[in-house]
């Protein structure tokens, strides 16, 4: 399983922080961040909002673009262990220099030098998809929104958002996502994670986007898994995630029921490290509960390629 190819279309960035990363930034900056660690080392939280507050307490060590710069190359060596080939990594101003336009090209700068960089050692192919933060609110949105249209080319290709879900509607980041689509870039959000089959039905909507994170409460309703399948709309699903989250346990994620109705899907760790998964073990877990062989993965990593945001010679060569 680890030497398959791999394509990883949704990871955060901060949630991709080895806790020994975050551990050892925060103690050259004496910034005590205990509270967010268990006695064995890792992340510890409980339940999704919890986690939410643990990634942004772990991300508030992060406060330079040298800092990213670093993250970034630990995040992609890692994923080159695992045969991932091409990763897509979501990025926030919220976080990378406080949706200050100047700054987050600082910021952006680092990230895709370092990215450069590792790719010359191994590590796989990355674009950045920027993301606003559903819970900071619509107007904040689109600031962010406006930092990536500023910064929108061949290394950030995509805006999307992340965050609770329950907090406001799909609709109310209209603004944001139509600045973002009229900059050129290609639009994903998180959807039918915390919220149900209406929220992945608003963000197709209200949004217009092409792709969908996570995506699999669509399951729970059977006209909303036609559109998806008639519309070729390919779900980013992060089943390991799930797990953690305790969305899903592994046997009842509709992955492959998703699979099995025609819906275009692909695997995606989300935030490895705080939900103790690697793409190889996301892997292995897929194939023994769900029965996948190695022709199922290959096909998932082709669907990733080809809804991969990048351009047409890279996405070539992924295929
Ligand atoms: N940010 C990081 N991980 C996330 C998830 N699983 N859902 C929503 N926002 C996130
Ligand atoms: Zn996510």
Redesign the pocket.
């Given at each position: 399983m680890k030497d398959l190819p791999k394509i990883e279309l949704h990871l955060?960035i901060e949630?991709a922080a080895p806790p020994s990363f975050v551990r050892d930034l925060a103690s050259e900056k004496n910034h005590d961040l205990s509270r967010i660690f268990a006695e064995d080392g890792s992340y510890r939280y409980d339940g999704?909002l919890e986690?939410?507050s643990v990634?942004e307490e772990a991300t508030s060590v992060l406060k330079s673009p040298e800092d990213y710069a670093r993250l970034t190359r630990e995040v992609l060596m890692r994923q080159a262990e695992h045969g991932v080939i091409y990763t897509e990594m979501?990025l926030s101003p919220d976080f990378c220099g406080g949706r200050d336009v100047g700054a987050w090209q600082e910021y952006l700068h680092a990230i895709r030098e370092a990215a450069e960089g590792a790719k010359r050692d191994g590590a796989p192919e990355m674009r950045g998809i920027v993301t606003c933060?559903?819970h900071f609110g619509p107007d904040l949105a689109r600031e962010t929104a406006t930092c990536a249209a500023e910064t929108a080319a061949d290394f950030i290709t995509g805006f999307g958002m992340?965050?609770?879900?329950g907090k406001g509607r799909q609709g109310d980041f209209v603004w944001a996502f139509d600045c973002a689509r009229e900059a050129g870039l290609r639009l994903t959000t998180?959807a039918g994670?915390?919220g149900g089959p209406g929220s992945v039905r608003d963000a197709l909507d209200d949004l217009k986007v092409e792709r969908i994170?996570?995506g699999v409460r669509a399951i729970e309703d059977p006209a909303l898994v036609e559109r998806l399948a008639r519309e070729g709309i390919v779900l980013e699903v992060?089943p390991g995630?799930n797990a953690a989250?305790g969305l899903y346990q592994w046997k009842a994620n509709p992955i492959e029921k998703l699979r099995a109705a025609g819906v275009p899907v692909t695997i995606s760790t989300?935030?490895p490290p705080?939900f103790h998964t690697t793409m190889t073990g996301d892997y292995e877990h897929i194939a023994h509960v769900h029965g996948w062989d190695e022709d199922a993965f290959r096909e998932a990593a082709r669907v990733a390629a080809r809804a991969a945001f990048c351009d047409e010679t890279t996405r070539q060569a992924l295929l």
């Open positions: 955060h949630g999704f986690f939410l990634y979501f933060i559903r992340g965050g609770d879900e998180h994670e915390w994170g996570h992060c995630s989250l989300d935030d705080f």
